[in-house]
């Protein structure tokens, strides 16, 4: 039966079967239809049939009518109201925050482009991952988004779909699709025994079936309907999947499928006997210490830290023991663990999507079912049930990138739309199946902890070395739970599920301490390893983003609960990992971990609690031990990253600074460094002040500096290292007591602080300054925190400053910068100092700042970091005040007082800005219980008496007199003891003894007798450390051998011996305070005693040390009354400082090596300046590139008539002297091809890119085709020799030549290529090709060009004025081009000369230079030759603008050496002579004896003078005439040639007439013919030549039919005026090269006085007696013959054509010499306009899109970058195109960079962007996406540099593109 039905007619069989399906008993159909699928579906039919099956397939659905027609009808049905539109990478989609409910929204450009988004913050994105249109998405986007199509709602006006039309696809279907299973059963083997090969064919068999699914889908609603019924039906899939019984292929088929189920669950099926599911999980012990991999059923890889055995079988129970991975109770639903089963078609669809690891055609089929809401619910649950699956399916994978993608690009879809994770979290247990199997993934990697005690610790963490770490193949899973967790309801179950939580802190803990550093001490480590990347990536991405996301959920006071769950997890956590790292009370030496979690888990809730939720701080802190626990680690951190800038852990590499640097870099800083100073701030507040600040300055390690003796012994840190480690200490302190960024400032506020400490260390771009501000990292957070918008706030800090270009050529980009006030005010070093990834950033931040007070005026020197007022703190967090006022912080800055005044060693000048700022902030944060009325406190029984009580106010003004000191017997005061105890001996006197320590300093001591044992009794010691053990121990009673345990070992014997020496004081820190400044200031009496009196501590904000002494005096004084007085007496008593005593000389003063320092500094700057203006003026003279207002010193060509020969300087050896035949000197030179001329245009306007499919530009009207057309006409009719000498080429392709003007000697420039090619680093130019750079400035060149030898005596004479009459000039001119050419005898110049001529030939290509005939003639050099000049002459008119009205001097001339280039030519065009029967010159001055035509038929004419390109002429008759050539002899040429130019105006003009005007004319000249000044006047001249023009019939009718087009009224103005405007450009060319031969002057004038000028200038005019302006083109007219003769003459040899096939020719005549200055492109406004139009067309060659489209921005061709389909003889197509359509120099816009990139030759360079966005910015890459507009100025920039041939000079970055382009 089915055997009969194949045979038949497709179309015929299924209306049969539709027929018969459709009665109401239609089992006969069914049957038939099921044996028909079987023999066409036959999954063992061969594949060549595929094709076959599925064109029934069609037919079958489509029910007999045509498959497009049944394609019609379905989309007649669509009820969608989503778009839905799947894409994979690198696709354009956008992103509109304003429209986005969920920040993944995105939309296809369609919809985009059809909603209203104006004035919304949306960009451009290329999608990554690929992702689907959420246009209609009422849960992904608000609906004023949406675009027209979608705001419809279209599925309500749609009728029901008719039965019977889907009914075959309901039928068809099911069988189709299983097929499609089946296949993947039989191709899939075990990833070990397979090759991805395989499976990728079998992935390319299936393409077009699946590829049919997809058009399916594409078919709207009702067709999707069906596919979901089909796709989700149990029944279908029971009855279909396991075959029939006695269908053998379909039970081992469905074996196959059996047996690959078998892994799919997270215990893999051998473990299942031993390990009960859902009950605890007991890791096997693992024989690695690998932690708990036997749950993947992997192999455990020996961790790399462990190789020996027995450790690593110890270390491996002792693991395995303690870690038991407990699965959350309320994992209800065991199929996590157990193998899959599946129950519909979609189920295992997905999981062989899965097995094949994602193919994106299945991807794409399983997306665009989406918009289908049942199909929707069903797949998320079929995902999240595939979820583990998934996870191990990545990790074996080896292409974990693209799997990634792929598996975020479906799950970004599911999980976005809140309702439905709520729902799936619900019924599917989301979130338990999600921590779980993040839990299992990171466990196959983890190793034993080595922190603390590395023998005994139980702790495991993640191996960063390991690929899952390495290439983050975690991230889908991760985003994923990020993702669930931006929705609040999830968030909410999350934070209510104990038993979860305790699970996801256990798996923060796996990163707690990971990325161990352990310090080198002795050799530099030899590998560097980078795991540190992996480390911290994983802690932001694992731990930070999800505790973020948790974050934003707990910000009202009805979360409370929630906190403290958090909180009390966290630090049960924190208390199990204490005891599994075996952590007592001291951090282990030398090592360091950036990553502590839990700690920072638990600060940001602690913060959130307090600010947010107000919640009680001291509720949620534990005791002080555990307080004292959770400080060191973070400290520890503190402590490091001021070793690792100090230079201690440089043995460890580069990496340990990397660390140190992403540790506070921006995306970081605010999940690590803030909430680690945060913790230590709520620790600082809670534990006892005495006892946190020594633990400080023993983290810091340099207590042992912290004593008043001059020498110390620190057997922890040498000796450069002291003074960095001091200055860290004191800094973090400040950071700590001053930052407020969680302690009670408002979101606003941190805003504002945190970009005005940016915009202070740089101005800075509006998008590096999002960049740099600290979001909150959960991207889901929207932008910025805080009620007050990003731009809000930057437009109150900062101004913008505007895209300025540098005369240099750099661009800048649009800035902002901080305002005055900023600077005033809210400048804060502290801020700054903890934001810099850079140490140079806080200096920069300093130098501006001190450049901001000189330009104010407000300060002149080098100022001190300004103090800043803080922000009130938080009532919580009072308790910080108290570091303030503790006795240990009042000592230490007492001894660094004394230590700064004696000058010990390792003080600086930052040190005592920091002891200052610590003072100035005790003063401002008074201790609670300070009380102002002065009474001396109670006296603290404790072991040190230094001062009498906490508070700082009144410990300023207590005096100490003794101290007792242990130092080295070396010491000085050891040696001045001795010397006092040998005068005492002498004098027998007693010796004086300390005074009690509260007696004030008013009264004098008293003297105590006695001896020193009492003395020694009472004088102060103090030690740092023993005072911390006593607080520990006060605080912990523990027996005293546990915490004596780790006393630090005494030095060793090797150091001399210590003794205990009493120093004589007598000072308080008020009198320290004053003495210093007198230091400062270097005056005794720098201190009035009244100065108190007027002193204002705001007067003092901003200045230098002096200034901040003061400050903190008058705060002092104005807080207490006690202090004042004080301090009126210590500044009435003035003593000078005591010079300490015999200091020995190795001891340099450091204040004074400070201000040495300063000094060279500012010597430096003032060197720096100096040099930076000499360089200005000298790039001004030489380089200037820019302005045209700078004098001509540098024309080498305009020589000083003087009576001495020239003379050059030579670049290289520096002698002075002139050229010579035998060392000729050379100008240093650039040859470049050259097509700018080539592409002017006739029009003023720039031509339009085109921007949509209707818009063309013609290149037919630019001046190198009209040129290009002319000479291959006239060679097509005339001879060809004479063709060559009769127009110029170079218009595209032809060689200009620039100088910088300096020269050299051309055995020197030999012997310095030598020393180039020698030199192995070579510099971005080929030394081979002859390319280098000026030995002087620097500039890019090629070629050295001779100067010709000889003076200037002999300029005199043929300069004169000479008064010959014009027929003898004539004679002479004649007679001067007949001379023979002497050919120049064989010298070093003339080789040289020959190798200019080659470089010239080399500098284009060869194409540009064979025009004639037969290449390579004489013919053909020749004309090649003087079109190098014409070229030359043509780009410096241009340059000047197009005209000669700017006058003498401009830019170009200074660059400018035609002088010496047309030596060169001249020179080698001597040595063609032209033959006299053919010289031109004789045809334009007499008149020819009639004769006969003489040429047979096969030799073509001569081209006809009137035909023939004038400045062509005047060039070769002034190169082949001898030089020098007289002026005269010039003059008479331009007049003689000026005649032929005009009479070619007549008669281009006359053509332009309508007959009737013709005849006017005609006869109005007739009148004046006899006239006696007939010759000079126009009208008998126009006359003249259309009356003989009219004499043949061909020439005026090929013309007529324009004549009509131009329908104006000739009026004798408007003829003048034409006539003018036709002659002027040879009238310019014949000034300018004047000027270049003569060095006459180029006067400036008005543009309408430019023509008589000119005239005048070259001495057409006789007598310049007329008044300028009145100059007629007719009076500069002087003829050396009878003019109508020779007007005759010329005319003739046109009518000699008439008759002959050269009458084409005539159209020469309307040549128009004028063109206008050459342009690039006009662009449109709005980048997004060439983005739309551009990024999608296809390349013509292999109509695919092109990778990389750009356009020709000269010619807007569209091509392919870097892109081979196009690539042609080895060459890119962008490189073809440059030489092709600018002889080697190319500009294009990259479509999808926005960039320009140039081609120069073999080099390229990027030029930036002419495209900014709205503040200013280039967009590279198109990375930020934002709308792009055009920069006038850049372009006008850039086309500026095309037009001057400066890319070279300009633009500094170049590379060899080797063709790749």
């Not at 009805?558 to 403290?564: A, F, I």
């Not at 957070?781 to 009620?787: E, L």
């Not at 060809?1280 to 620039?1298: A, H, K, N, R, T």
Request: charged letters at 25%; proline letters at 5%.
């Amino acid at each position: 039966m089915a055997a009969s039905l194949l045979r038949r007619d497709k179309r015929a069989t299924a209306a049969r079967l539709k027929a018969d399906l459709g009665h109401t008993d239609n089992s006969s159909g069914v049957r038939q239809l099921r044996e028909l699928l079987d023999r066409v579906l036959d999954p063992e039919a061969p594949a060549a049939e595929a094709a076959e099956a599925l064109d029934w397939c069609r037919c079958l659905l489509a029910g007999g009518d045509g498959y497009e027609d049944f394609c019609r009808a379905v989309r007649a049905y669509d009820n969608a109201t989503l778009c839905g539109l799947v894409w994979t990478a690198n696709f354009v989609a956008y992103r509109c925050r304003t429209c986005g409910i969920s920040p993944c929204m995105s939309l296809c450009a369609e919809c985009f482009q059809h909603g209203d988004h104006a004035g919304h913050d949306f960009n451009m994105f290329r999608s990554q991952a690929g992702g689907a249109c959420d246009c209609g998405d009422r849960n992904v986007m608000r609906e004023s988004g949406f675009c027209r199509r979608h705001r419809l709602k279209t599925g309500e006006n749609v009728p029901s779909v008719p039965r019977d039309l889907l009914l075959m696809s309901e039928m068809v279907l099911p069988r189709f699709i299983i097929s499609i299973i089946q296949y993947l059963r039989d191709g899939y083997t075990e990833p070990e025994s397979a090759s991805d090969r395989d499976l990728q064919k079998v992935l390319q068999h299936l393409e077009p079936q699946i590829s049919f699914l997809e058009d399916l889908t594409k078919m709207g609603g009702a067709m999707r309907t069906v596919l979901t019924k089909i796709l989700t039906n149990q029944q279908t899939f029971k009855e279909l999947s396991m075959g029939q019984e006695e269908n053998a292929y379909a039970k081992r088929n469905y074996e196959k499928y059996l047996s690959a189920l078998k892994n799919s669950g997270l215990t893999s099926a051998e473990e299942k006997g031993s390990v009960g599911t859902g009950a605890a999980l007991a890791d096997p012990p693992a024989s690695a210490g690998a932690g708990a991999l036997g749950l993947l059923g992997a192999t455990a890889a020996v961790s790399p830290s462990e190789e020996n055995k027995e450790d690593d079988q110890d270390g491996g129970q002792g693991v395995g023991q303690r870690k038991r991975v407990k699965l959350s109770s309320t994992t209800k639903d065991p199929s996590i663990m157990d193998s899959l089963k599946h129950k519909c078609f979609l189920e295992e669809l997905l999981f062989w999507t899965i097995k094949y690891e994602f193919p994106q055609k299945m991807v794409t089929f399983l997306l665009n079912m989406l918009p289908d809401q049942d199909y929707k619910i069903t797949f998320t649950k079929t995902f999240v049930q595939h979820y583990a699956f998934i996870m191990k399916t990545l990790m074996k994978t080896r292409e974990s990138d693209t799997m990634s993608n792929r598996i975020v690009h479906i799950s970004v879809q599911l999980f976005s739309n809140e309702e439905l994770a709520r729902h799936v979290t619900e019924e599917c247990h989301l979130l338990d199946i999600m921590v779980t199997v993040l839990l299992y993934m990171m466990e196959s990697c983890l190793v034993r902890s080595e922190l603390q005690d590395e023998e005994n610790s139980r702790h495991v963490v993640v191996n960063c070395g390991e690929a899952l770490l390495k290439n983050n193949t975690y991230w889908p899973l991760v985003s994923d739970f990020i993702n669930i967790l931006s929705h609040q309801s999830v968030a909410k179950r999350f934070l209510e599920d104990h038993a979860l939580l305790l699970l996801w802190m256990n798996f923060v803990s796996f990163f707690q301490g990971m990325n161990l550093n352990k310090r080198e001490l002795n050799e530099h480590v030899e590998f560097e390893s980078q795991t540190y990347y992996a480390a911290f990536a994983a802690e932001l991405e694992a731990c930070a983003q999800p505790m973020w996301g948790l974050l934003t959920h707990c910000k009202v006071k009805e979360t409370q609960e929630y906190t403290k769950t958090v909180v009390r997890y966290c630090l049960e956590t924190l208390q199990m990992w204490f005891d599994a790292i075996g952590f007592v009370d001291e951090p282990a030496p030398n090592q360091v971990t950036f990553h502590l979690p839990l700690h920072r888990y638990y600060a940001m809730f602690l913060s959130k609690a307090v600010k947010c939720q107000a919640l009680d701080l001291d509720s949620l802190l534990p005791d002080q031990e555990m307080l004292m626990k959770i400080m060191v680690h973070p400290l520890q951190i503190q402590a490091c990253l001021s070793e690792i800038h100090s230079n201690m852990w440089v043995r460890n590499g580069l990496q340990i600074k990397g660390q140190a640097m992403t540790y506070v870099q921006s995306h970081f800083c605010n999940s690590m460094i803030d909430p680690d100073i945060f913790l230590l701030q709520v620790c600082a507040s809670r534990l006892d002040p005495d006892y946190f600040i020594s633990s400080v300055f023993e983290r810091f390690k340099v207590v042992d500096l912290l004593t008043m003796a001059s020498q110390h012994q620190n057997s922890v840190l040498e000796a450069e290292q002291e003074r960095p480690m001091l200055e860290g200490a004191l800094t973090f302190l400040v950071v700590l007591c001053s930052l407020r960024v969680h302690l009670g400032m408002t979101d606003d506020e941190i805003l504002r602080a945190e970009m005005v400490s940016q915009l202070c260390m740089n101005d800075r771009t509006h998008s590096s300054l999002l960049d740099l501000i600290p979001e909150n990292p959960n991207p889901k957070s929207g932008i910025v925190p805080g009620s007050c918008s990003f731009e809000e706030m930057l437009s109150a800090v900062a101004d913008f400053k505007a895209p300025v270009f540098e005369p240099g050529g750099s661009m800048q980009q649009g800035m902002y910068t901080p305002k005055a006030e900023v600077w005033e005010k809210e400048f804060d070093p502290i801020m700054v100092i903890l934001r810099t990834v850079y140490r140079r950033d806080v200096q920069s931040a300093m130098d501006r700042y001190s450049a901001f007070l000189k330009q104010s005026g407000i300060h002149a020197g080098n100022p001190w970091p300004p103090y800043k007022e803080r922000t009130a703190l938080h009532p919580c967090y009072r308790g910080l005040v108290r570091l303030l006022h503790c006795k240990t912080l009042h000592i230490v800055i007492f001894t660094l007082l004394y230590k700064i005044w004696m000058d010990h060693q390792n003080m600086s000048e930052h040190v005592l800005c920091m002891v200052l700022y610590l003072v100035e902030l005790g003063l401002d944060n008074h201790a609670q219980d300070d009380k102002d009325d002065e009474e001396p406190c109670v006296e603290e029984h404790c072991h040190d008496s230094w001062f009498p009580g906490t508070s700082l106010l009144s410990n300023l003004h207590h005096v100490i007199n003794f101290v007792r000191v242990r130092v080295p017997e070396t010491a000085p005061e050891v040696e001045r003891k001795r010397e006092r105890e040998m005068e005492r001996k002498r004098e027998r006197e007693t010796p004086p003894s300390t005074s009690a320590a509260a007696s004030g300093p008013g009264q004098s001591s008293r003297r105590l007798s006695g001896n020193w044992r009492e003395n020694l009794r009472e004088a102060q010691l103090f030690s740092l450390v023993a005072e911390r053990r006593r607080k520990f121990q006060e605080m912990i009673n523990r027996h005293s051998g546990e915490a004596s345990r780790a006393v630090r070992p005494k030095p060793a014997a090797a150091h001399p011996q210590l003794v205990t020496e009493i120093l004589e004081i007598r000072e308080s820190m008020l009198s320290l305070l004053v003495k210093l400044h007198q230091k400062l200031s270097a005056r005794h009496n720098s201190l009035e005693p009244g100065w108190l009196d007027e002193a204002d501590p705001a007067r003092h904000a901003h200045g230098d040390g002096l200034a901040a002494i003061e400050r903190v005096l008058a705060k002092a004084a104005a807080r207490s009354r006690h202090s004042k007085k004080c301090l009126q007496e210590v500044c009435g008593r003035v003593c000078p400082p005591v010079p300490p005593k015999k200091n020995s000389v190795g001891d340099k003063k450091s204040l004074d090596k400070e201000e040495r320092r300063q000094r060279a500094r500012e010597r430096q700057q003032k060197l720096l300046a100096e040099f930076a203006s000499r360089q200005k003026s000298f790039m001004e003279t030489a380089m200037d590139v820019e302005s045209p207002e700078v004098d001509a010193a540098m024309d080498v060509g305009t020589a000083e008539p003087l009576d001495s020969e020239v003379l050059y300087d030579c670049v290289i050896c520096g002698q002075s002297g002139p050229s010579t035949e035998d060392r000729p000197t050379g100008l240093v030179v650039l040859l470049q091809a050259s097509s700018v001329l080539g592409h002017r245009y006739r029009s003023d306007e720039a031509k339009r890119l085109p921007t949509s499919d209707e818009e063309r530009i013609f290149p037919e009207d630019t001046c190198g085709a009209a040129n290009d057309v002319r000479l291959a006409l006239m060679q097509r009719c005339f001879r060809d020799s004479s063709c060559l000498q009769s127009i110029s080429i170079g218009w595209d392709g032809g060689v200009y030549v620039q100088t910088c003007g300096h020269t050299l000697h051309i055995d020197c420039h030999k012997s310095y290529m030598e020393s180039l090619r020698n030199d192995q680093v070579l510099q971005g130019f080929s030394v081979d090709k002859g390319e280098f750079t000026c030995p002087l400035c620097r500039q890019f060149a090629n070629s050295v060009l001779p100067c010709k030898p000889g003076g200037t005596a002999q300029a005199g004479t043929w300069h004169a004025p000479g008064t010959k009459s014009t027929a003898t000039l004539v004679k002479e001119v004649e007679d001067l081009q007949e001379q023979a050419a002497i050919f120049p005898t064989e010298s070093n110049l003339t080789k040289e000369m020959e190798s200019v001529i080659k470089d010239i030939k080399n500098a284009t290509q060869k194409k540009y230079m064979d025009y004639g005939k037969n290449p390579g003639s004489p013919d053909n050099d020749f004309l090649f030759m003087y079109s190098v000049a014409r070229t030359n002459l043509e780009l410096e008119l241009v340059h000047r603008g197009g005209s000669l009205c700017s006058g003498g001097a401009s830019a170009t001339a200074k660059r400018s050496c035609l002088n010496q280039l047309f030596h060169v030519l001249a020179m080698h065009m001597r040595l063609y002579s032209i033959d006299s029967a053919y010289n031109p010159w004789t045809r334009v001055t007499q008149i020819m004896q009639s004769r006969e035509p003489d040429y047979e038929d096969e030799e073509r004419p001569e081209v006809p003078m009137l035909f023939r390109d004038v400045p062509s002429l005047l060039i070769i008759f002034v190169l082949t005439m001898p030089q020098p050539l007289r002026k005269e002899h010039f003059t008479c040429v331009v007049k003689v040639l000026y005649t032929l130019q005009y009479t070619q105006a007549l008669a281009a003009l006359s053509l332009r007439f309508s007959p009737e005007e013709r005849l006017a004319w005609s006869n109005t000249g007739a009148t004046k013919k006899n006239l006696p000044n007939s010759q000079m006047s126009w009208e008998a001249l126009l006359g003249h030549v259309i009356s003989e023009l009219s004499k043949a019939k061909g020439i005026y009718a090929t013309s007529s039919e324009e004549a009509v087009l131009s329908s104006s009224v000739w009026s004798p103005q408007s003829i003048e005026f034409t006539l003018q405007q036709y002659c002027l450009p040879f009238l310019r060319l014949s000034c300018l090269l004047q000027h270049h031969l003569y060095g006459d002057d180029l006067p400036g004038c008005r543009l309408d006085e430019e023509f008589s000028l000119l005239a005048g200038c070259l001495g057409l005019l006789p007598g310049s007696s007329l008044p300028a302006v009145t100059a007629s083109s007719a009076a500069c007219l002087e003829w050396n013959v009878n003019a109508l003769d020779l007007l005759t003459q010329w005319c003739a040899e046109l009518l000699d054509l008439a008759d002959t096939p050269a009458l084409q020719a005539m159209t020469l005549l309307m040549h128009d010499p004028c063109w206008s200055a050459p342009r690039l492109l006009q662009l449109p406004d709005n980048y997004n306009t060439i983005f739309q139009h551009y990024h999608r067309k296809a390349c013509s060659a292999c109509s695919k899109t092109p990778k990389d489209p750009a356009l020709c921005l000269v010619c807007g061709a569209f091509v392919c970058l870097k892109g081979l389909c196009c690539k042609q003889q080895g060459l890119c197509e962008c490189v073809l195109h440059s030489q092709h359509c600018g002889a080697a120099t190319g500009i294009f816009l990259l479509i999808n960079a926005s960039v320009i990139i140039i081609i120069r030759g073999h080099r390229f360079c990027l030029w930036g962007s002419v495209y900014l966005d709205a503040h200013g910015e280039e967009d590279r890459d198109l990375r930020r996406g934002k709308p792009l507009f055009l920069c006038e100025e850049r372009y006008r920039v850039l086309e500026q540099q095309w037009v001057s041939h400066t890319f070279d000079h300009i633009n500094k970055r170049w590379g060899p593109h080797y063709n790749g382009l």
